[in-house]
């Protein structure tokens, strides 16, 4: 029941919701079964930040605001160079694994499900990713999103070590040799 569905929120708030999975679950109880629903959602502001969330409730809508509301909460702000990532990057979750690759730009998103929506929300336009092992959406997800959490600029990069934007990128050295 992995089905994606695109919701622009409010026009003051410029958040773009996917609904990546929707599940019905059932408790056993001494009458029969209780059935509930769970959803995952992805929300961003395709400028850099992203968040994910995980609602239940008795009946879809609830569970669908639920989740919205937790990824609203959960947000990350992204790290972009251009209309791509920085550099390369990997994450695991569980029995999922992301990899994930910057693209030259008019490339596209190449990603397929879970990471698509992740990178849609965003705002990442060129990107290579791959997905390997469990392809369980909520754990591709949260493979991602600690995918997308490694990734620095390179002012960041060069304030931790010390040193300046060009030193990190080797300009001075490619000069000298």
């Known amino acids: 029941m992995a089905e994606l569905r695109e ?22 109880v001494k009458g029969g079964r209780r059935f509930a629903f769970s959803a995952l959602v992805v929300v961003g502001d395709r400028s850099g930040k992203v968040g994910y969330g995980l609602g239940k409730s008795r009946d879809v809508s609830a569970a669908i605001s639920k989740a919205s509301k937790s990824a ?20 695991k979750h569980g029995a999922s ?13 190449i990603a397929g499900g879970a990471v698509r929506a992740v990178m849609e929300a965003a705002g ?5 990713a791959k997905s390997l092992g469990s392809n ?15 990734l620095r600029s390179g002012k960041q990069i060069a304030a931790i070590r010390g040193k300046t934007i060009q030193e990190v990128m080797g300009r001075d050295n490619a000069k000298a040799k």
Do not use: H
Not at 7 to 28: C, D, G, N, T
Not at 136 to 150: I, Y
């Open 7 to 28: 919701k622009k929120i409010s026009p003051q708030e410029e958040f773009v919701e996917k609904v990546l999975a929707v599940r019905r679950v059932a408790k056993v």
């Open 124 to 128: 990442v336009k060129d990107v290579l």
């Open 97 to 109: 694994k992301v990899l994930i690759r910057s693209a030259g730009k008019g490339t596209g998103v």
């Open 136 to 150: 369980n959406p909520q754990n591709v997800v949260k493979a991602t999103m600690k995918a997308l959490s490694k």
């Open 72 to 91: 609203r909460s959960k947000m990350i702000s992204v790290q972009l160079y251009k209309t791509t990532l920085p550099f390369a990057v990997q994450a």
